[in-house]
């Protein structure tokens, strides 16, 4: 293998020339080096074949892009072909390309394109290209040589590839950074302007290593804001993080600095042209504080003044950068005010204020000299300079000053309408040194009242002059609202350059409105008569007393509320009306408000009054009493032993209650209880809406059949001025039945065994209109009388003295057939006759049926036997005629019996007469008393006389036996109890 040694440039030769020289040297070593060795053995008469390849050498890279084309330089690539036997010449052709953003140039300048083939002469000396990059990247240039027509020249590789680098180039720029930067200047003081140095790189590579170089023009250049060190070169890597520079000024105007970068011997790096910046240079504005006091005097004595007018101001020497700091005036030997009254003290004063001057008014301590100063704030701004403060001098002279005095102290004037306490003050004059004496007059005025010389505030004030004033002057305000009067003191100027007269005095009077203490009542106006009820109270109606005051804070301590009321009436403080309160008693206003009970003593209107009562004073007033009527009704219900019959109590209000006993049957009425209800006052109805009447476990009744079902609330319509009459009956089963023993236990016969009896009432209760009511609700007083109906039954009663033998009927028939069917009988005849003995219309001799029964037997041929007969058949016709009611067999036969005896003698009736065959008259006609119709009803249900027991019971109020058994008469007994079937348990 051949080498070549490179030559170097000889004289005269151009640098492309040598450029091309030595490429050539380079892709004839690189052709040599990537030939295969060939052993060559020629024989004889043997075939040469020259292979030829394609060949792409890379002589230089990376190329470099610059977008402004100032450093573009291509990359350098070789095309040659490498031939096995040269001596036979490859005869074809080669075609470049390039895929890329880039062009191929012949010249290193890049201004001939590459052509796109190119001969084997051309390839086979070794052809370099230019790779010019139209941007950062890679190519790749591609050789593509053509077959050649001679058969022993054979194309091995017909094409080679290269890839090409095509970096950017790193172009540095230079920066100064100067934005808003301001020089200031001003004589020997300055404010330097900082900027800032820098350089910026396209890529940053290849690095930038050289360095910056800052000049200025116009000033000068420091590293420190004092202006100290000056500036020098700063390298690269200073520059790349921000230079900080100051610039001092030399002269108002600008400054001018440039900063350029130094050059570098790298085909990768071009440096821009420096760069530069203006600061202007401005004038330093000086403020001055001024303090104009010109020929302004002070006066000064004691408490009065007359303040000297000055004015406070700044001057600026530019007046750019405008100066926004406060002045902040202090005065010795005084005060500062904004007014002359000397009112508002001076505080500091903005820049915009000053500029256009600001007065104060300077009031001096003490006669003397008063020393003004102003002084400026500082600002911090590099553009402004703050002067020191300045100072204003003012005289303070002493003055005869004469004022006005109004002394309220703590004076109040009272109002309340033509009511009022007047409020007493004190006028006069104070001079501060005496000489001259001031010898004018005071004139004193009022807004919102009315001056008067004297307590009463009969004599209107007119002016003093000033020898009374000296000594002060007492005059009462008289307020005409409540609020505030206004006395004001003015004194008459003088012509006297000695004396100055004060401005006019006024004095503030608080006019306070008079308390007014008013009594208050609420109450029920509907109060019912309480009569001492079984058990019960009538509600009491409430009494609510406060005292209503305007205003709370002004009033007498010993302030109380006096209660009266009429003897119609009693009240308590309790609702169980047992802590009376009596009329006349008097509660403490910390007592207040207090609620009390009112029971009725009396029937009619009572008059209840209240007074506020304590020591008078001037801040408050006491109203007149307050007063209610209440209505006070009395209730009655009135009550008869029975139906028709005479009141149980004539007198409500005797310790005994009303008091009856009902009966009841099973769960059916058996009595009745009327209840006549008094008819109420039309005083009572305008106090209250309605009356009830209250009851448990009662039916209420307008008849006295229980026919007809009657309302207990009643209204004043129900009564039209007359009594209402109700009836009540036992509602329900009376006791429970578990009370009863069963049947094989019963309990032994007696003849007065204890009652079953369940305590019962009636009660009327009237509401009060909400009009009437104490809180405007309406309410109910209950209990206004009370009647007690104790219940007991009938049925029970023979219950418990048979132990339950009259339930063995329950196999025959319906659960107590024999008792239903005694008790209907007994109570359907019993019905019939509302007197107070069942019997009563039979029992008289003559006409009446006793009488007619006896004339039945009045046959004087007869005998024992046809007289019983004859009296039995005209029972039973009298039964069946008169009554509807049939005899049955059995009993007839024991009615004809019971007359045989007592004829024949064998039975003996007390108080009996042989005029009426040994009867009485007393026991009336025998069998029709209620026992044995009831017994006849039985036997006629088809009852076995053996399973019959008779029980008499008083079903009315005499002589205290309700609900006791008496032994039946004579006549009844002599009937049932013989010849012993039924059993007669009461005799």
């Given amino acids: 293998m051949m080498k070549r040694s490179r030559s170097p440039i000889r004289d005269g030769e151009s640098e492309e020339l040598a450029w091309l020289d030595l490429l050539r040297l380079h892709a004839a070593e690189q052709d040599l080096?990537?030939?295969?060795?060939?052993?060559?053995?020629?024989?004889?008469?043997?075939?040469?074949?020259?292979?030829?390849?394609?060949n792409v050498a890379v002589a230089h890279v990376p190329g470099w892009f610059d977008d402004a084309g100032q450093g573009t330089r291509p990359a350098i690539v070789m095309l040659s072909i490498i031939e096995t036997h040269p001596d036979l010449p490859y005869q074809g052709s080669g075609t470049v390309s390039v895929t890329g953003d880039a062009d191929l140039f012949c010249d290193s300048n890049c201004t001939t394109p590459a052509a796109e083939a190119f001969t084997a002469e051309a390839l086979r000396a070794t052809l370099?290209?230019?790779?010019?990059?139209?941007?950062?990247?890679?190519?790749?240039?591609?050789?593509?040589?053509?077959?050649?027509?001679?058969?022993?020249?054979?194309?091995?590789?017909?094409?080679?590839?290269?890839?090409?680098?095509?970096?950017?180039?790193?172009?540095?720029?230079?920066?100064?950074?100067?934005?808003?930067?301001?020089?200031?200047?001003?004589?020997?003081?300055?404010?330097?302007?900082?900027?800032?140095?820098?350089?910026?790189?396209?890529?940053?590579?290849?690095?930038y290593?050289?360095?910056?170089?800052?000049?200025?023009?116009?000033?000068?250049?420091?590293?420190?804001?004092?202006?100290?060190?000056?500036?020098?070169?700063?390298?690269?890597?200073?520059?790349?993080?921000?230079?900080?520079?100051?610039?001092?000024?030399?002269?108002?105007?600008?400054?001018?600095?440039?900063?350029a970068l130094d050059a570098v011997d790298s085909p990768g790096i071009r440096v821009a042209p420096p760069q530069t910046g203006d600061i202007p240079v401005q004038a330093i504005n000086v403020v001055s504080p001024t303090v104009t006091v010109g020929e302004a005097i002070a006066w000064h004595h004691e408490e009065q003044f007359a303040a000297a007018q000055i004015t406070l101001g700044l001057a600026e020497s530019t007046g750019q950068p405008p100066y926004a700091g406060r002045g902040r005036p202090t005065v010795v030997g005084g005060s500062l005010f904004t007014d002359a009254n000397c009112e508002t003290p001076v505080d500091a004063f903005d820049?915009?204020?000053?500029?256009?001057?600001?007065?104060?008014?300077?009031?001096?301590?003490?006669?003397?000299?008063?020393?003004?100063?102003?002084?400026?704030?500082?600002?911090?701004?590099?553009?402004?300079?703050?002067?020191?403060?300045?100072?204003?001098?003012i005289p303070v002279q002493a003055i005869n000053v004469v004022s006005p005095t109004?002394?309220?102290?703590?004076?109040?004037?009272?109002?309340?309408?033509?009511?009022?306490?007047?409020?007493?003050?004190?006028?006069?004059?104070?001079?501060?040194?005496?000489?001259?004496?001031?010898?004018?007059?005071?004139?004193?005025?009022?807004?919102?009242?009315?001056?008067?010389?004297?307590?009463?505030?009969?004599?209107?004030?007119?002016?003093?002059?000033?020898?009374?004033?000296?000594?002060?002057?007492?005059?009462?305000?008289?307020?005409?609202?409540?609020?505030?009067?206004?006395?004001?003191?003015?004194?008459?100027?003088?012509d006297s350059p000695g004396i100055r007269v004060a401005p006019p005095r006024t004095g503030d009077i608080p006019i306070q409105a008079i308390n007014v203490v008013s009594p208050s009542i609420r109450c029920d106006e509907l109060v019912l008569?309480?009569?001492?009820?079984?058990?019960?109270?009538?509600?009491?109606?409430?009494?609510?007393?406060?005292?209503?005051?305007?205003?709370?804070?002004?009033?007498?301590?010993?302030?109380?509320?006096?209660?009266?009321?009429?003897?119609?009436?009693?009240?308590?403080?309790?609702?169980?009306?047992?802590?009376?309160?009596?009329?006349?008693?008097?509660?403490?206003?910390?007592?207040?408000?207090v609620t009390l009970y009112m029971r009725g003593v009396t029937a009619g209107n009572c008059d209840v009054s209240a007074e506020a009562r304590g020591t008078a004073g001037s801040a408050w007033r006491l109203a007149a009493r307050a007063s209610k009527t209440v209505c006070v009704e009395k209730i009655e219900l009135q009550v008869p032993t029975f139906a028709g019959g005479l009141?149980?109590?004539?007198?409500?209000?005797?310790?005994?209650?009303?008091?009856?006993?009902?009966?009841?049957?099973?769960?059916?009425?058996?009595?009745?209880?009327?209840?006549?209800?008094?008819?109420?006052?039309?005083?009572?109805?305008?106090?209250?809406?309605?009356?009830?009447?209250?009851?448990?476990?009662?039916?209420?009744?307008?008849?006295?059949?229980g026919a007809l079902a009657g309302t207990a609330l009643l209204n004043q319509a129900h009564f039209g001025g007359h009594p209402v009459v109700r009836y009540f009956a036992t509602q329900g089963n009376n006791p429970a039945w578990d009370a009863i023993p069963t049947h094989g236990h019963?309990?032994?016969?007696?003849?007065?065994?204890?009652?079953?009896?369940?305590?019962?009432?009636?009660?009327?209760?009237?509401?009060?209109?909400?009009?009437?009511?104490?809180?405007?609700?309406?309410?109910?007083?209950?209990?206004?009388d009370v009647v007690c109906l104790d219940t007991f039954s009938f049925d029970q009663h023979l219950d418990r003295l048979t132990g339950n033998e009259c339930r063995t009927r329950a196999l025959a028939g319906p659960a107590n057939t024999d008792v239903a069917l005694a008790l209907a009988a007994a109570h359907k005849y019993y019905g019939r006759r509302t007197a107070f003995w069942v019997n009563r219309n039979y029992r008289a001799i003559g006409g009446s049926p006793f009488g007619l029964f006896l004339n039945s037997m009045n046959n004087p041929h007869g005998n024992n036997n046809t007289w019983a007969t004859a009296g039995a058949n005209w029972i039973e016709n009298f039964l069946l005629n008169d009554h509807g009611i049939v005899l049955n067999a059995q009993m007839k036969t024991r009615i004809r019996n019971h007359i045989f005896a007592v004829i024949s003698g064998a039975t003996v009736i007390p108080h009996g007469t042989n005029a009426a065959y040994g009867f009485a008259a007393l026991y009336g006609v025998p069998g029709v008393h209620a026992e044995c119709l009831a017994t006849n009803q039985l036997l006629a249900a088809g009852v076995a006389a053996t399973d019959v027991t008779v029980a008499t019971y008083m079903l009315q109020e005499q002589h205290q036996r309700q609900g006791r058994p008496f032994v039946a008469c004579p006549n009844c007994s002599g009937i049932l109890v013989a010849p012993g079937q039924f059993r007669v348990i009461t005799g």
């Fill in 33 to 54: 080096a990537n030939a295969p060795e060939v052993s060559v053995v020629v024989p004889c008469e043997q075939t040469v074949t020259n292979d030829v390849t394609a």
């Fill in 128 to 207: 370099p290209l230019f790779v010019r990059g139209n941007s950062a990247g890679n190519v790749t240039v591609t050789l593509t040589i053509t077959p050649d027509a001679n058969p022993n020249v054979r194309v091995i590789v017909p094409s080679a590839t290269e890839v090409v680098g095509i970096q950017a180039i790193n172009v540095v720029n230079p920066t100064v950074t100067v934005g808003e930067a301001i020089a200031w200047h001003h004589e020997e003081q300055f404010a330097a302007a900082q900027i800032t140095l820098g350089l910026a790189e396209s890529t940053g590579q290849p690095p």
């Fill in 406 to 494: 109004v002394t309220v102290g703590e004076a109040i004037a009272w109002h309340h309408e033509e009511q009022f306490a007047a409020a007493q003050i004190t006028l006069g004059l104070a001079e501060s040194t005496g000489q001259p004496p001031y010898a004018g007059r005071g004139r004193p005025t009022v807004v919102g009242g009315s001056l008067f010389t004297d307590a009463n505030c009969e004599t209107p004030v007119d002016a003093f002059d000033a020898d009374a004033l000296r000594h002060g002057v007492t005059v009462y305000v008289k307020g005409a609202n409540v609020g505030n009067a206004s006395v004001q003191l003015a004194l008459d100027a003088v």
């Fill in 529 to 593: 008569v309480h009569g001492n009820h079984h058990n019960r109270s009538t509600d009491p109606s409430r009494l609510i007393l406060e005292i209503d005051q305007t205003d709370p804070t002004h009033t007498c301590g010993d302030l109380n509320l006096r209660l009266d009321y009429g003897a119609q009436i009693a009240c308590f403080r309790d609702q169980l009306c047992t802590n009376a309160v009596a009329s006349g008693t008097t509660f403490a206003a910390n007592q207040l408000p």
């Fill in 647 to 705: 009141s149980l109590n004539p007198d409500p209000l005797l310790n005994a209650p009303k008091q009856r006993e009902l009966h009841a049957k099973n769960n059916q009425a058996f009595t009745f209880a009327k209840m006549t209800v008094t008819a109420p006052s039309n005083a009572f109805w305008q106090k209250a809406d309605q009356l009830s009447l209250e009851h448990a476990n009662l039916e209420v009744f307008d008849d006295a059949a």
């Fill in 351 to 393: 820049a915009d204020a000053l500029r256009h001057g600001v007065t104060v008014y300077v009031k001096g301590a003490n006669v003397g000299n008063a020393s003004v100063q102003l002084a400026l704030d500082a600002v911090d701004s590099p553009g402004i300079r703050v002067a020191p403060p300045q100072t204003g001098d």
């Fill in 209 to 259: 290593a050289g360095r910056g170089r800052p000049t200025v023009v116009g000033g000068s250049l420091f590293t420190d804001a004092n202006c100290e060190t000056p500036v020098d070169a700063f390298d690269a890597g200073a520059l790349r993080h921000g230079v900080t520079v100051y610039v001092k000024g030399a002269n108002v105007g600008n400054a001018s600095v440039q900063l």
């Fill in 746 to 784: 019963g309990i032994p016969a007696t003849r007065n065994p204890v009652k079953v009896v369940t305590a019962r009432y009636v009660s009327c209760a009237a509401r009060i209109s909400a009009a009437a009511s104490a809180d405007g609700i309406p309410r109910t007083l209950n209990h206004g």
